[in-house]
């Protein structure tokens, strides 16, 4: 390959691999809504069901919060702060008293919405809540419907306190690599080695619905493997 055609090839892969991987780590949707955890009054939404022991190296931060204290939620979340504001879903999980040092719990919880474009499809969070920061920082490690294959994080903080009551402000920012769907009739990339000219005679059609997953950035991923591949052999030619 000569020289010029060599140094053209690779502007062109720093150029076609750059954006596409800047695109793929900028979350695409971004949702707010509060969250009312009550455990007071006669209609309690979280209910503690496991007591932990009292510390016995009274590292415990806060009186009364004991080591493996968990609570499981079915908390209403809405549009504004106010709990009477227009419902957007529930948080159903638990969380649970998980420092020994100081009152930092491990929040695991399904986001279930339930309006609109997005009724019925849910969100699924995992993380550290440090109770006494002013902003906590939880991984969103999967979704379904819309939020099908979902990676992100949720932004939370506490807006208001009323003895054992919390309503936290929660800014979920996410990504989902499908838009929702899978379309299993989409044909098979060639990238995926199971397209048109694979060549095995393994009667793998372009219409195989088993390599129905996203090609979005793994096949972005693959040309600039493959491209910078060759631009290396070019160059030992
Ligand atoms: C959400 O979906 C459920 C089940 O399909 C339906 O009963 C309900 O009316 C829907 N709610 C809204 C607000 O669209
Ligand atoms: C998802 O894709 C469908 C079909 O291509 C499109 O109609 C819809 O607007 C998309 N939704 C979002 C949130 O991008
Ligand atoms: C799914 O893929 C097939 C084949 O490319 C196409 O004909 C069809 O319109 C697609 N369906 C949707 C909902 O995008």
Redo the contacts with the bound molecule.
């Keep these: 390959m000569a020289p010029t055609s060599l140094l053209l090839l690779q502007m062109l892969l720093a150029l076609a691999c750059t954006p596409a991987l800047l695109w793929a780590a900028e979350p695409d949707t971004h949702l707010h809504f509060f969250l009312h955890d009550v455990q007071s009054g006669s209609n309690p939404t979280a209910v503690q069901v496991i007591k932990g022991p009292p510390s016995s190296s009274g590292g415990n931060a806060i009186p009364g919060l004991n080591f493996g204290d968990t609570t499981v939620v079915d908390d209403a979340l809405t549009e504004t702060s106010s709990a009477t504001s227009a419902a957007v879903g529930r948080a159903q999980g638990f969380y649970m008293m998980s420092s020994l040092s100081s009152p930092v719990l491990m929040v695991c919880v399904n986001l279930v919405l ?3 474009d997005f ?2 499809s849910t969100i699924a969070v995992i993380g550290s809540d440090d109770v006494m920061a002013k902003e906590r920082e939880l991984s969103v490690v999967g979704g379904t419907g819309r939020f099908r294959m979902a990676t992100g994080y949720v932004l939370w903080k506490t807006s208001s306190m009323s003895g054992p009551d919390a309503t936290v402000e929660l800014d979920v920012h996410l990504t989902t690599s499908s838009n929702g769907t899978i379309n299993a009739s989409a044909p098979v990339s060639p990238l995926d080695g199971g397209g048109k000219g694979a060549g095995d005679g393994s009667g793998s059609s372009g219409k195989s619905g088993a390599a129905a997953r996203p090609v979005g950035l793994s096949g972005w991923v693959n040309a600039c493997v493959v491209g910078v591949v060759l631009a290396l052999v070019g160059r030992g030619w």
């Design positions: 339930t309006t609109g009724n019925g």
